[in-house]
Antibody, heavy 121, light 107 residues
């Protein structure tokens, strides 16, 4: 079955760290560009980080630069997000998503169920 | 960053109604717009990509149109399972940005 399954969410105090993981199956993970997208309670979707297929090029949303690190292990078909110096406004459901397409357009065609991160004292 | 602005932010409609949601980009983005449906507590699901291409498995009552800065998602005859939040998203540039969402509720 083609799927993405996130894990690692939970409750953490401000300033703390958390590592999210996304397990991919049913498709050629090593060819896929992968993203983390988050959604704060009652809010819209926000792109957090992107990693290209071989892990050599990453990009981050401005508010997480220097605090979050996206990485992947193509041998294990996993995508990770190391989150440090967490703040209250990082509270959200974090989704792992695959971007597919070509030069005529790109789209997120596969999403995980999400994992909830709550930052609170 | 490209800003995506959806309207309305919410709407009430009845089963069988025709529903149209609009998304406006802060600059021209050709046809690099996608639409997603999200039900409460669930992950988004891709409906339309490239402004007008229907994702495999999505019912034909969903359609998309537009180019440049203004895009629309139309649901031809609203069904009970269509009550959800709809998000537009641009893939013209990084960062990928989404609209704020449009919640479609039962009238």
């Amino acid at each position: 079955e083609v799927q993405l399954v996130e894990s690692g969410g939970g409750f953490v105090q401000p300033g703390g760290s958390l590592r999210l993981s996304c397990a991919a199956s049913g498709f050629t993970f090593s060819r896929s560009w992968m993203y983390w997208v988050r959604q704060a309670p009652g809010e819209g979707l926000v792109w957090v980080a992107r990693l290209n297929s071989d892990g050599s090029s990453s990009r981050y949303e401005d508010s997480v630069k220097g605090r979050f690190t996206i990485s992947r292990d193509n041998a294990k078909n996993t995508l990770d997000l190391q989150m440090n110096s967490l703040r209250h406004d990082d509270t959200a459901v974090y989704y792992c998503a695959r971007e597919d397409g070509d030069n005529s357009g790109w789209h997120f065609d596969l999403w995980g169920r999400g994992t909830l991160v709550t930052v609170s004292s | 960053d490209i800003q995506m602005t959806q309207s309305p932010s919410s709407l009430s409609a009845s089963v069988g109604d025709r529903v149209t949601i609009t998304c406006r980009a802060s600059q021209k983005i050709s046809n690099y717009v996608n639409w997603y449906q999200q039900k409460a507590g669930k992950a988004p699901k891709l409906l339309i990509y490239g402004a007008s291409s229907l994702q495999s498995g999505v019912p034909s009552r969903f359609s998309g149109s537009g180019s440049g800065t203004t895009f629309t998602l139309t649901i031809r005859s609203l069904q009970p399972e269509d009550f959800a939040t709809y998000h537009c998203q641009q893939s013209y540039s990084i960062p990928r940005t989404f609209g704020q969402g449009t919640k479609v509720e039962i009238k």
